[in-house]
């Protein structure tokens, strides 16, 4: 499985903190994606959006990156510290 | 060190600690603060939220890079999270180094790294009640472009 988690506004839209994805069906982060997106019409124009940031394990990573069961993925917006 | 925390910090405190070995000359710190005006908003208080972490994760990476580049005795870094009310301190930089060049350049680039990269999440509440998630700033990102060259 992989273990998916939203934070700040992605999570408030969503409603969701966080989520389990079979790494069957999601190999990398563009089918993760697009199986999330997949849900309704409301995650897909969450997901779609063109500031949306990926981390996968806790590192930023992009819609080419592999994943393998264990993982840990997060969506999240721009990151607004300091 | 690196420190993500709910409660406060105290300057001195934290000066006193960069300063015990006796090899250091210069101490630069910074400190950011919950502010009354934010994007043409009224702000009354401020929630952090943070990937617990990833945070620490990041901080460390950026702290890495600073001291690949300047000349470093010691650093610490505190983020807090949670509620934070007007004038609150939120973050905290400071770098001991044997001269000051490289501390306020040091200094520098770990806040503007920090504000880009590590994963920390500002929700504003007006003096109307109101509640939304700050945007990221372009300024921040621009202020990232000084340190290529």
Known sequence: MIKVLF????????????????????HNIEMLLSNLKARDS????????????????QTISNENSALQSGDEVAFFPPVTGG | ?????????NLQAEHD?????????AVVTFSGLVRDINQGKEVSSLTLEHYPGMTEKS???????????????DC???HRIGELK??????FVGIASLHRQDAFAACEFIMDYLKTEAPFWKKESTTD?????????????????KWSK
């Open chain 2, 1 to 9: 060190m690196i420190k993500v925390q709910t409660t406060d910090f």
């Open chain 2, 129 to 145: 009640n109101e509640s939304y998630w700050v945007d990221a700033r372009e300024g921040d990102l621009k202020a990232l472009n």
């Open chain 2, 17 to 25: 600690k960069l300063r015990e070995k006796s090899s250091v000359g």
């Open chain 2, 59 to 73: 901080l460390t990476k950026i702290v890495e890079q600073a001291k690949s580049r300047w000349n470093i005795i």
């Open chain 1, 42 to 57: 409301h995650w897909q124009t969450v997901l779609s959006k063109t500031n949306l940031l990926v981390a996968v394990n």
């Open chain 2, 76 to 78: 610490t870094v505190i």
């Open chain 1, 7 to 26: 934070f700040a506004q992605i999570r408030d839209q969503l409603a969701t903190s966080e989520l389990r994805m079979p790494s069957s069906e999601n």
């Open chain 2, 86 to 91: 007007l004038s609150d301190q939120i973050v």
